[in-house]
């Protein structure tokens, strides 16, 4: 009896993983389709300068629009095209996309582009990132490229080494989601990165719990003593904004100033949060 009970269980669990497989192959053959449909767009969330109270820069977040299932999230598909390696050719897409867009921008306003750590396996980022640079004719000083702590899980060497060439061209390094990692503050001398990225799971909670309060200040007291930018990711709440202020955290993104937007409204951005020089432009 026992045995027929376990036999529907398994039976279950076994139609749930084919369906789960099944759900995996579609999405793989969906992501292949999608690039060469052109379904990917870049949108672009406001970087914002506490010090000069204005934008200064947007992080490029890619979008992808399903043409039957709508808007699909990058941390549900980055994963699977991580997987397939499609990642690569789509992560170079984003780089030439972002300077692109971004050379049309007023002078002083940055763009941040996120990196997977599959794209530095495949050893010609730094030819990529240059030929986007060159490409595009964005000085790279504009240019902002976020990686997380997997890109030193593994080639720890060579991926140091890419990372010193990359910053060699006069790219800015970010460390992104800061702290959700298990040594996160080991790759801070390991790497001389110009800005670190406090993890949103740490701001959300910034008013109600002390221990995250502890651990935002620590880290934007890191950053200040190490000559780190600090920006704090997720901000949405004005009482989040006037503690990360007060605290010294040197820039803020999040739902607060506004989500990641498509090009076509960077300028109204710029309009609103933007400076002087940004909207004479
Ligand atoms: P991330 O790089 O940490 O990007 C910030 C994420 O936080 C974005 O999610 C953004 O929409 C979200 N966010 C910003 N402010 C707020 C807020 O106030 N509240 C809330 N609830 N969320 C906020 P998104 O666009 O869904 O991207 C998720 C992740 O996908 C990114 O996290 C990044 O790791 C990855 N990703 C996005 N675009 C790219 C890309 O072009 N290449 C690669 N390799 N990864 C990307
Ligand atoms: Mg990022
Ligand atoms: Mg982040
Ligand atoms: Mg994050």
């Known amino acids: 009896r026992a045995k027929s009970e376990g036999?529907?269980?398994h039976r279950f669990f076994e139609r749930?993983?084919?369906?789960?497989a099944q759900k995996r192959r579609d999405m793989e053959l969906d992501l292949r389709s999608a690039f060469a449909d052109g379904d990917f767009e870049l949108h672009y969330q406001p970087l914002v300068d506490?010090?000069?109270?204005r934008i200064t820069g947007f992080e490029a977040l890619l979008r992808w629009k399903h043409p039957e299932k709508g808007m699909i999230s990058p941390a549900d598909f980055i994963p699977v095209a991580e997987d397939i390696g499609l990642i690569v050719t789509l992560g170079e897409w984003v780089l030439r996309?972002?300077?692109a867009e971004a050379a049309k921008w007023p002078d002083d306003i940055k763009v941040a582009v996120n990196l997977s750590p599959v794209q530095f396996?495949?050893?010609n980022l730094v030819q990529v990132v240059v030929a986007a640079l060159a490409y595009s004719g964005l000085s790279p000083h504009r240019l902002e490229l976020e990686i997380t702590e997997s890109v030193f899980l593994a080639e720890t060497e060579a991926n140091l080494a890419i990372l010193h060439q990359l910053r060699a061209l006069g790219v800015r390094i970010s460390m992104d989601d800061f702290g959700t990692g298990y040594s996160s503050?080991?790759?801070l001398r390991s790497f001389p990165f110009d800005k670190i990225k406090i993890d949103r799971s740490f701001v959300k909670d910034l008013i109600e719990r002390p221990d995250c309060v502890a651990i935002v200040r620590a880290i934007s007291g890191l950053g200040r003593s190490m000559n780190i930018t600090t920006t704090a990711e997720g901000v949405e709440t004005i009482d989040q904004l006037d503690?990360?202020?007060a605290e010294g955290c040197n820039e803020v993104q999040g739902f607060l100033f506004s989500p990641a937007k498509p090009a076509s409204e960077i300028e109204n951005l710029l309009r609103r949060f933007g400076s002087q020089a940004s909207q004479a432009a």
């Open 7 to 9: 036999g529907g269980v």
């Open 97 to 99: 996309k972002a300077c």
């Open 121 to 123: 396996r495949s050893r």
């Open 243 to 245: 503690w990360l202020r």
């Open 185 to 187: 503050l080991s790759y």
């Open 16 to 20: 749930e993983m084919d369906r789960q």
């Open 50 to 53: 506490l010090a000069a109270d």
